[in-house]
């Protein structure tokens, strides 16, 4: 679904946000960042501010352009992509962020239905998906509700629901729970983990190192630009568990 060739990204004032990681013993020197995300997996991004968790979505999104290296999203080699393809390629991801931008004058039925009337949903086939769509992350009865009338997990759950409108195999999340109370925060997670399970590959940038450990998921640990460790962090009891 995702990869990453020898990817580097160096800015105009000469910071470099993502590399290869430092030479490690008995292997040769990666010339940029290297990884695979398969299709239906669920991957978490951890790292630092500034580690260059952002750069990389911004690399997935191509907001920003490799400064070398190639990135492959499913059938799109992004280094390939029209300048007329790139709306189409960003349609098919689902896209969720910390400040959940819904449109403060919209109720939450036109929040989602807008995503779809974009690319010319039949307004049939926009009521059935938007009802359906409400069900799924539990806010039915907050259809005619505004933005500004929401708890912050609701409206992240109307932002959710959003980028599910055009059904993506891919959604990606930055930091989806950083304005979102611990509780909140799990059940969003929880909703994450299910959507995944229906299929849908998802990647999340967070900083909730607490919440991401109670997962068995695989997590990308990013340091000044390189990934330094990736794979699935069990659960200090499970291990326990699994050695005793
Ligand atoms: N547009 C930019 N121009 C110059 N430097 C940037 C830009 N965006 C990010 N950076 C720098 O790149 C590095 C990685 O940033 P970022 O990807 O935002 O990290 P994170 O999201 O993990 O906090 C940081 O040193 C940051 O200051
Ligand atoms: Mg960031």
């Not at 992240?156 to 109370?181: C, F, H, S, Y």
């Not at 998921?217 to 330094?228: D, F, H, T």
């Given at each position: 679904m995702i990869t990453f060739r020898d990817v580097t990204k160096e800015y105009p004032?000469?910071?470099?946000a993502l590399c290869g990681r430092a030479p490690q013993p008995g292997m040769p020197q990666e010339k940029g960042m290297n990884l695979h995300i398969a299709s239906r997996e669920f991957v978490f991004v951890v790292g630092a501010s500034g580690a260059g968790k952002s750069t990389f979505l911004k690399l997935l999104l191509h907001e920003e352009v490799p400064t070398s290296g190639s990135i492959c999203v499913g059938q799109f080699e992004l280094n390939n992509l029209t300048r007329k393809q790139i709306p189409m390629y960003r349609r098919q991801l689902g896209m969720v962020f910390q400040d959940f931008?819904?449109?403060?004058?919209?109720?939450v039925y036109d929040n989602i239905a807008f995503a779809m009337r974009v690319v010319g949903a039949r307004d049939k086939v926009i009521r059935e998906r938007v009802v359906y769509l409400l069900q799924l992350v539990g806010l039915s009865h907050k259809?005619?509700?505004?933005?500004?009338?929401?708890s912050g997990g609701e409206q992240q759950r109307v932002a959710i629901a959003r980028a599910l409108a055009n059904n993506p195999d891919l959604i990606i999340a930055d930091e989806?729970?950083?304005?979102?109370?611990p509780r909140m925060s799990q059940e969003l997670l929880d909703l994450f983990v299910r959507l995944n399970e229906a299929g849908t590959t998802v990647v999340m940038v967070t900083h909730a190192h607490d919440l991401v450990r109670q997962y068995n998921k695989r997590i990308i640990i990013l340091e000044n630009g390189s990934v330094v460790a990736d794979g699935v962090f069990r659960r200090p009891e499970e291990t326990r568990r699994q050695y005793a």
């Amino acid at each position: 679904m995702i990869t990453f060739r020898d990817v580097t990204k160096e800015y105009p004032n000469g910071t470099v946000a993502l590399c290869g990681r430092a030479p490690q013993p008995g292997m040769p020197q990666e010339k940029g960042m290297n990884l695979h995300i398969a299709s239906r997996e669920f991957v978490f991004v951890v790292g630092a501010s500034g580690a260059g968790k952002s750069t990389f979505l911004k690399l997935l999104l191509h907001e920003e352009v490799p400064t070398s290296g190639s990135i492959c999203v499913g059938q799109f080699e992004l280094n390939n992509l029209t300048r007329k393809q790139i709306p189409m390629y960003r349609r098919q991801l689902g896209m969720v962020f910390q400040d959940f931008r819904l449109i403060a004058n919209m109720n939450v039925y036109d929040n989602i239905a807008f995503a779809m009337r974009v690319v010319g949903a039949r307004d049939k086939v926009i009521r059935e998906r938007v009802v359906y769509l409400l069900q799924l992350v539990g806010l039915s009865h907050k259809v005619h509700s505004k933005p500004s009338e929401l708890s912050g997990g609701e409206q992240q759950r109307v932002a959710i629901a959003r980028a599910l409108a055009n059904n993506p195999d891919l959604i990606i999340a930055d930091e989806p729970t950083g304005n979102i109370d611990p509780r909140m925060s799990q059940e969003l997670l929880d909703l994450f983990v299910r959507l995944n399970e229906a299929g849908t590959t998802v990647v999340m940038v967070t900083h909730a190192h607490d919440l991401v450990r109670q997962y068995n998921k695989r997590i990308i640990i990013l340091e000044n630009g390189s990934v330094v460790a990736d794979g699935v962090f069990r659960r200090p009891e499970e291990t326990r568990r699994q050695y005793a």
